[in-house]
């Protein structure tokens, strides 16, 4: 398949861009600028609409519950550590507070760098999936046995491009 040599031949591209952009959002955190462009709540965003071919809406909505469960899975962590990145920056700790820590900055590395090295959404969502799945502890995943599965059969129902 193209999209597995393509991936093969920029994936040195994907970690360098992803180092640079995770290293730009927290030198900016930490210079006291918070992250710009935050990805809406999903919870309390107005719908939008897009339209998705059946393979990117399935690829879509597994990438949101992978999210969803890594979310889950560091909130108790992630409270207690933004308390002590407020006090370290001198900063005063609200349940909002943008602790340069929190997954969604190492999420929106990981998706800016994804989209920018390979176009193909294919592409980019299987990889971002595939590196949540891998932070997400596996006593907490949903069932990691059938991510693979579903994942694989997503994989051999895609039409070629």
């Known amino acids: 398949m193209r999209e597995v040599a393509d991936f093969r031949v920029r994936r ?10 995770l290293r730009m959002l927290y030198v900016r955190r930490i210079g006291g600028t918070p992250r710009s462009g ?17 393979l990117d809406q399935e690829m879509q909505v597994a990438l949101i519950r992978k999210v969803k469960d890594l979310q889950l899975a560091t909130s108790v962590e992630l409270v207690a550590l933004s308390h002590r990145v407020a006090v370290l920056l001198g900063a005063k700790w609200r349940p909002d507070f943008d602790n340069p820590f929190d997954p969604q900055y190492v999420l929106d590395a990981i998706g800016s760098a994804a989209r920018a090295t390979y176009v193909a959404p294919l592409i980019w969502r299987a990889l971002m999936q595939r590196v949540v799945v891998d932070i997400t502890p596996i006593s907490l995943r949903r069932n990691p046995q059938q991510e693979v599965f579903t994942s694989l059969r997503l994989c051999a129902s895609a039409p070629p491009r």
């Open 38 to 54: 935050r990805r809406p709540d999903p919870e309390s965003a107005p719908p939008t609409f897009h339209l998705l071919d059946p």
């Open 12 to 21: 040195d591209q994907w970690l360098l861009e992803y180092e640079r952009t």
